[in-house]
């Protein structure tokens, strides 16, 4: 009877661990979920921005020249007040030689990033019109054997980036136009064995 009483309890204690850590589990995956979406819309709109900025100050110091080439015969100070504001905003383009550097680089972590949402969300482009055309059983069979090469490929991928990746570490580059910020190529490309890795997990949660 107590031997009983004692796997009743053990069996309860058992169910309640593996309840709480698939409860944990969900939390984590959740907050991963959310975090890979505002992620992705930080880079987008972080890219636009940076965007935006340049070409609207890349036209701006053109206008104040116009501006100021009217007020020429008119005001001589006023026509030089307007070329002065113009030689600012074009001093300020002329520096800003890291913004499509910078739009680049968070282009470049959007697609790898973003490559584990279109897994999770099956946005990823496929050709299925053949797959739909046999029964069911095949259907999951070639959905197996497809998943198995995604994750070989996502794997192979990720180790070879890896070694890339320490190879620039090794080699300390600065990125074009910003090593000025002490960023290097491999800050930028870290990115590509981070994603396949990311990659490689969706599959393997798809299994």
Known sequence: MLRKGRDELTGSTRFYYLFSESMFMNAIRKIWDRFEEGFIVFLLVA??????????????????????????????????LFYTVGDF???????????????????????????????????HIGVDALVKLASRSTQRVIALVACLFCLGYAALLSVASYEWISTLMNAGIGADDLGQFGIKQWHIGVIVPIGFALVFIRFAEIL
């Open 47 to 80: 890219m636009t921005l940076v965007t935006f900025l340049y070409v609207i100050l890349n036209n701006l110091y053109t206008l104040f020249y116009a501006v100021g080439e009217y007020f020429s015969e008119r005001s001589e100070s006023v026509s030089e």
């Open 89 to 123: 905003f074009l001093d300020i383009v002329q520096s800003m030689t890291w913004s499509n550097a910078t739009t680049k680089a968070l282009f470049a972590w959007l697609i790898f990033f973003g490559l584990a949402y279109g897994v999770r969300i099956g946005g």
